[in-house]
């Protein structure tokens, strides 16, 4: 069992900056593969980035691409997502989420393919 506890989130204007984080507990050493996702008002969960357990790969969809960081402290078990350049459409509640299986793959946009979710954090971007 792995536990995620996202944090981080709040209002911001457009083009300022946030950093989530989501801290990792239980049996942390089977995250291979950690994911960020969000989900906007009357819209489907999305991939927004996933980073492997090295923190060597990483993974964007095309609409954070250059604006979002994701990177990872296995120390910490923490994961996190600096935003910057932050638009109204990146208001959503973004949630972290955990690949536990030896084959997963960093850039398998599926929510699916994710065993473990947190309870989300609300990230509002004001115009």
């Known amino acids: 069992q792995v536990q995620l506890v996202e944090s981080g989130g709040g209002l911001v204007q457009a083009g300022g900056s946030l950093r989530l984080s989501c801290a990792a507990s239980?049996?942390?050493?089977?995250?291979?593969?950690m994911g960020w996702f969000r989900q906007a008002p009357g819209k489907e969960r999305e991939f927004v980035a996933a980073?492997?357990?090295?923190?060597?790969?990483?993974y964007y969809t095309d609409s954070v691409k250059g604006r979002f960081t994701i990177s990872r402290d296995n120390v910490k078990n923490t994961v996190y997502l600096q935003m910057n350049s932050l638009k109204p459409d990146d208001t959503a509640v973004y949630y972290c989420?955990?690949?536990?299986?030896?084959?997963?793959?960093?850039?398998?946009?599926?929510?699916?393919?994710?065993?473990?979710w947190g309870q989300g954090t609300q990230v509002t971007v004001s115009s």
């Open positions: 989420a955990a690949q536990t299986s030896r084959r997963a793959v960093v850039a398998d946009k599926r929510s699916s393919v994710y065993d473990y």
């Open positions: 980073i492997n357990w090295s923190g060597g790969i990483t």
């Open positions: 239980g049996r942390t050493s089977s995250s291979y593969v």
